[in-house]
């Protein structure tokens, strides 16, 4: 009921009786064809799979390292199911979902750069043009940036918020939406809270140098509302 192949007496190809085959060594397909796959698997049976891959117990090991002519790795799948790819990834007309399935954990993307001297982040385009760029961009800081690609000409950050002091700072005309009042008893268009004195400062060109006009309540001198060109006033 089987046919045995064997070399040097060790057996080398089983076929049994249901014209299964077992390879004892490696198998190496290195065709010169055109217009041809090197090899195709067609499972004819709905309750089936085309091609399973067991390789190894150990998360490191891999199960499938597909290599160019030259032998340079371009899709590595490991053993724990962690994939890596050379190149670039496109998925057509559909959805890319990361999701959990199970609890007490945690699911995120992550895009690590080498230095502040390149971007990492998320693009958004239309027609192929970037519109928008929200991650780090190569600016040697590690600030997160909300970049128009070029909108009316404009090219700049629109948004950019401070890693090193958590400021954030707009480049153009920020709105208020009196149809989104915050929850107090006396609804407010813009509410500004602090522990110390709550103010508004105003510069021009300041460069960092600091404000030159302030407006807001003194929490020192009895909670007074003041307008001072003093800052530490």
Known sequence: DQIILKTANTTAITVD??????FAGTITNTPNTSGAYAMFVNQQNSAGWGLRVAAGADSGD????????????????KSDGSATFAGAVQVSDNNIIA???????????????VDTS?????????????????????????NLQFFNG???GTVQNVLSLNHSDSSATFRGKVVIDPDN???????????????????IGFGIRGNGSGA???????????DMFKM??????
């Open 181 to 199: 009042d915050i929850t107090q008893a006396t609804s407010q268009t813009l509410y500004i809270n602090s522990d110390g004195d709550a103010t």
């Open 99 to 113: 999701r959990m399935t199970t609890g007490n954990g945690g699911i995120r993307t992550i895009v690590d750069r």
């Open 62 to 77: 891999n199960l499938i390292n597909a290599q160019n002519g030259s032998g340079t790795e371009k899709f590595v799948v």
């Open 212 to 222: 030159g006009f302030l407006i807001g309540q003194d929490d020192s001198d009895s």
């Open 228 to 233: 001072s060109t003093h800052p530490t006033d």
């Open 17 to 22: 009786s249901s014209q299964n085959a077992t």
């Open 150 to 152: 070029n909108s009316s």
């Open 118 to 142: 390149d971007y990492a982040g998320f693009e958004v385009q239309t027609g192929g043009t970037q519109k928008w760029f929200i991650g780090a961009r190569e600016d040697s800081t590690e």
